[in-house]
């Protein structure tokens, strides 16, 4: 139980494209998602957390307007990565919490973006 | 300020050899303890999560033990399948507060 898919899992894009990653929870209604970014060797970084039906909450530092997040259904969330920059290279992933009231996060694989 | 502290950084090991890790937190009321695994390049697999001073969770070759102010994630006689990096978060306000990580290194 608890899993949670996100597609890609690679991609590349051209500097100055759009990119969108999936995220879903396969087996449960997830209220609230997270989008993290990893970089190599770091901890998980905290960009925003959405709830399904509402606008996303962004951490501070992280710009809006080049991280659309939207949270379609309570299954589905998506990251789109506007405008990319090879800067925006890094390992996103996304993480789902199944019931209101609790905190356990359920992770997917992430995605590899490479902007060149 | 919240804050989670993992040590050590790094752990090599020999195959068989038991050690623990660690997780320091302070935090303004705990609403839950979680270690996760992560290997290279793949999300994290949830584990483990501990509510209160006391309580001990198994499962495998892991277990994880929790007080007021830490937690231990104890490995007995650990396989190479078990290398990876361990992280250790702490719920507050409904988002989790991420520890730096351990690498652990089993060596055949």
């Known amino acids: 139980g608890a899993v949670v898919s996100q597609h890609p899992s690679r991609v590349i894009c051209k500097s100055g494209t759009s990119v969108k990653i999936e995220c879903r929870s396969l087996?449960?209604?997830?209220?609230?998602m997270f989008w993290y970014r990893q970089f190599p060797k770091k901890s998980l970084m905290l960009m925003a957390t959405s709830n399904e039906g509402s606008k996303a909450t962004y951490e501070q530092g992280v710009e809006k307007d080049k991280f659309l997040i939207n949270h379609a259904s309570l299954t589905l969330s998506t990251l789109t990565v506007t405008s990319a920059h090879p800067e925006d290279s890094s390992f996103y992933i996304c993480?789902?919490?199944?019931?209101?009231?609790?905190?356990?996060?359920?992770f997917g694989p992430g995605t590899r973006l490479t902007v060149t | 300020e919240d804050q989670v502290t993992q040590s050590p950084e790094a752990l090599r090991l020999q195959e068989g050899e038991s050690s623990s890790l660690n997780c320091s937190y302070t935090?303004?009321?705990?609403?839950?303890l979680f270690w996760y695994r992560q290997d290279p390049g793949k999300g994290p697999e949830f584990l483990f999560t501990?509510?209160?001073?006391?309580e001990e969770k198994e499962k495998e070759r892991l277990k994880a033990t929790l007080t007021k102010k830490e937690s231990f994630l104890h490995i007995t006689a650990p396989k190479p399948e078990d290398s990876a990096t361990y992280l250790c978060?702490?719920?507050?306000?409904?988002?989790?507060?991420w520890g730096a990580g351990t690498k652990l290194i089993i060596k055949p």
């Open positions: 935090v303004s009321g705990l609403r839950g």
């Open positions: 087996d449960f209604q997830a209220t609230t």
């Open positions: 978060a702490v719920a507050s306000n409904y988002q989790l507060i």
């Open positions: 993480s789902a919490r199944p019931l209101q009231g609790s905190y356990e996060q359920y």
């Open positions: 501990l509510y209160s001073a006391g």
